[in-house]
């Protein structure tokens, strides 16, 4: 939505570079994760998963890493453009829960 | 391209008022979801729903009822809207035990008056 995104942490790149966007998760049972874009005045959008017997997962100009050690998982986008500028939100569920939490967000501005 | 389909996306209402939102999906989606969306609290569960007919409350149902009579459709229903009330409600659907990622609507902005 339009206000969604007000005191959120906020990323800015430069048009070309890699962004990263970080998460830490907090139910250590959790066990599947994912990653959602929200444009203004959209719903959220479904990048990419990984699940927890992963530590990588790769889509186009995307990444997903999730180290379990810590608690945390990470968004790279490569190359970064002017139509990446949204909120994301990383998410965690686990197998047989139906309920899925959802980290705040950040928002990432793109520079150009 | 599957969908999920809210059918406002802008509702103004006065206070007191009983609201109807609602939602479709066309992906044979067995679990629908409505959350609403306010600067600095994030995405909040007011409902879910994994089959027809079935309903759970969420983390904050004070205030709403949902209905489910057919797979495709989950409506969320304000029996006396109230000022607190004002926020964009995003409706979703997810495939199978939530280990698959949600499909999200537009999200229906209401300001209740």
């Known amino acids: 939505g339009e206000n969604v995104g007000l005191h959120l942490p906020t990323l800015s790149v430069q048009e070309g570079d890699n962004s990263i966007i970080n998460c830490a998760y907090s139910?250590?049972?959790?066990?599947?994760f994912i990653w959602y874009k929200q444009e203004s005045g959209k719903g959220p959008q479904f990048i990419i998963d990984?699940?927890?017997?992963?530590d990588k997962r790769q889509g186009q100009r995307v990444t997903v890493l999730l180290n379990k050690t810590v608690k945390h998982l990470s968004l790279q986008i490569a190359a970064t453009q002017p139509g990446d500028s949204a909120v994301y939100f990383c998410a965690e569920s686990y197998t047989g829960g139906f309920k899925t939490i959802f980290g705040a967000g950040t928002r990432l501005f793109v520079k150009a | 391209d599957v969908k999920v389909t809210q059918s406002s996306r802008y509702l103004v209402k006065r206070t007191g008022e009983k609201v109807f939102l609602e939602c479709v999906q066309d992906m044979d989606h067995e679990n629908m979801f409505w959350y609403r969306q306010d600067p600095g609290l994030g995405l909040r569960l007011i409902y879910f729903s994994y089959d027809v007919k079935m309903k759970e409350k969420g983390d904050i149902p004070e205030g709403y009822s949902v209905s489910r009579e057919k797979k495709e459709r989950f409506s969320l229903i304000l029996e006396s809207a109230s000022t607190n009330q004002t926020s964009m409600y995003l409706c979703?659907?997810?495939?199978?035990?939530?280990?698959?990622?949600?499909?999200f609507g537009s999200g229906t902005r209401l300001t209740v008056v």
């Open positions: 139910n250590s049972a959790s066990d599947y």
């Open positions: 990984i699940r927890s017997n992963m």
């Open positions: 979703a659907s997810s495939f199978g035990h939530n280990n698959y990622g949600y499909t």
